[in-house]
């Protein structure tokens, strides 16, 4: 039984993915910021049983790391997934910017999801993947940002921070992924969004399952068209 690491499952695209990978006969531990919200979460455990393992608590905190890790015990994973995204401030403006909130927009998008990651790489099985839901505005040779350069800046730094995790471990145990869902009906997404978020896994999925035994560092679409970093 493949064993699968996801975090960002309260809703949208995580808790798609968790669905999916649970329809696959996965276990999956399921990492949330709360349990508030929860209730597709706790549906889905009704449903699964014991394949769904839960754990409410926030990536921003450093001893968050520590536990998930505890909760793994000594299993080995096939894949992790970092799926965390907030907006951050609704101006987007860097000369309106505040140190707070530029500070929480980046360790939510970028150090957290990475510094968790780091911590569990170890356990990741040789040929697995680690993957991080990044975007298109993450890519700075796009420039697709012009909307939203904060959010924008808080991907692209994520993308750089794969790129030197890629360089530090060459040659990689494992692939490396930044990984763009398409616009899609989620909260962030809105309504107007062309992708629903079914739409969004099926692709994030098939591109999950084709990098496995790559070992690379690579920045894919949800159709599996290679992105400019």
């Known amino acids: 039984m493949r064993n699968i690491l996801i975090t960002g499952t309260s809703r949208g695209i995580g808790l798609g993915l968790a669905r999916a990978f649970l329809d696959e006969g996965a276990r999956v531990h399921?990492?949330?910021?709360?349990?508030?919200?929860?209730?597709?979460?706790?549906?889905?455990?009704?449903?699964?049983?014991?394949?769904?393992?839960?754990?409410?608590?926030?990536?921003?905190?450093?001893?968050?790391?520590?536990?998930?890790?505890?909760?793994l015990g000594d299993e080995a994973l096939d894949f992790s997934v970092f799926n965390a995204g907030i907006q951050g401030p609704a101006h987007q403006d860097p000369a309106r910017a505040e140190g707070t909130e530029i500070a929480t927009l980046f360790m939510t998008n970028a150090i957290a999801p990475l510094r968790l990651a780091q911590r569990i790489a170890p356990r990741v099985k040789p040929g697995g993947v680690v993957?991080?839901?990044?975007?298109?505005?993450?890519s700075v040779s796009l420039a697709r940002a012009?909307?939203?350069?904060?959010?924008?800046?808080?991907?692209?730094?994520?993308?750089?921070?794969?790129?030197?995790?890629?360089?530090?471990?060459?040659?990689l145990p494992y692939?490396?992924?930044?990984?763009?869902?398409?616009?899609?009906?989620?909260?962030m997404g809105g309504g107007a969004a062309p992708l629903s978020v079914e739409q969004?896994?099926?692709?994030?999925?098939?591109?999950?399952?084709?990098?496995?035994?790559?070992?690379?560092?690579?920045?894919?679409?949800?159709?599996?068209?290679?992105?400019p970093w």
Request: proline share 3%; net charge positive; with cysteine.
């Open 30 to 71: 399921a990492v949330a910021r709360g349990e508030k919200g929860a209730d597709g979460l706790r549906a889905l455990q009704a449903r699964h049983g014991a394949r769904l393992r839960l754990l409410f608590d926030d990536l921003a905190e450093p001893a968050t790391d520590e536990r998930v890790l505890a909760a």
């Open 131 to 138: 993957a991080f839901l990044s975007s298109q505005m993450g």
């Open 175 to 187: 692939s490396l992924l930044a990984l763009h869902p398409g616009w899609v009906q989620t909260d």
């Open 146 to 171: 012009g909307d939203m350069p904060l959010y924008g800046a808080s991907k692209a730094a994520l993308n750089s921070l794969l790129r030197s995790w890629s360089a530090r471990c060459a040659p």
């Open 200 to 227: 969004s896994v099926e692709g994030l999925m098939r591109v999950l399952h084709a990098q496995t035994g790559r070992n690379r560092c690579e920045f894919f679409d949800y159709q599996g068209a290679r992105m």
